[in-house]
């Protein structure tokens, strides 16, 4: 052999080595790329939710197990009815107790989100009407299943559910 051919050879097979050692770096290079496009489109998407607090309801399960009990002794239940207005959705509650009385001069607050976005949150005072209904404006809703957890307090009793219902918004006239 020559050494022209030998050099010829050294480089063929430098190259082949070259290659096969940037594979890896390659493919790591591709799987960073693709978790951080993943974590990009988890953190930006309204649709992805987490609960809120989910860890603290976690660690607090036996103070939500009581707040059950609770509920249960109350015998309180609720009726949601939704109206569409001119750019949004009446929400009305009815607290109503095992006589289906309503309950009056109460304190009622709501935490309202599309399911389909459930990031997006809407926390909600509800004001008393005449006929012991309680009532908020949730301006230009998605249209679709939302879920409402109601939280009333009422003579230092304090009682909550979730009602899952389907809003639609009112249009402009």
């Known amino acids: 052999m020559n050494v022209a051919t030998e050099l010829n050879q050294a480089r063929r097979t430098t190259g082949r080595g070259l290659f ?14 693709g978790v951080g496009t993943m974590c990009s489109i ?5 649709g992805f939710a987490l609960e809120t607090n989910y860890y603290e309801r976690a660690v607090h399960w036996d103070g939500e197990q009581a ?11 609720l009726d949601v009815t939704s109206t569409p ?7 009305v509650v009815r607290v109503l107790d095992r006589e289906n009385v309503a309950l ?5 607050r709501a935490e309202a989100f599309a399911n389909a976005r459930a990031a997006a949150r809407r926390n909600l005072v509800l ?15 998605r249209p679709g299943l939302w879920e409402v957890r109601v ?10 559910a979730a009602v899952r219902t389907e809003l639609t918004p009112g249009h402009a006239s």
């Not at 988890?42 to 309204?46: K, V």
């Not at 004001?127 to 809703?141: I, K, W």
């Not at 939280?151 to 909550?160: A, Y």
């Open 151 to 160: 939280r009333v307090e009422h003579d230092h009793e304090r009682f909550t």
């Open 104 to 108: 009056r001069h109460a304190s009622v």
């Open 85 to 91: 207005v001119t750019g949004g959705v009446e929400l």
């Open 127 to 141: 004001t008393e009407r005449a006929d012991g209904s309680y009532v908020t404006m949730l301006a230009a809703p």
């Open 42 to 46: 988890a953190t930006r998407d309204p």
């Open 67 to 77: 707040q059950l009990a609770e509920n249960a002794r109350l015998g309180y239940h």
């Open 20 to 33: 096969w050692a940037f594979v890896p770096a390659a493919l790591l290079a591709a799987s960073l790329i």
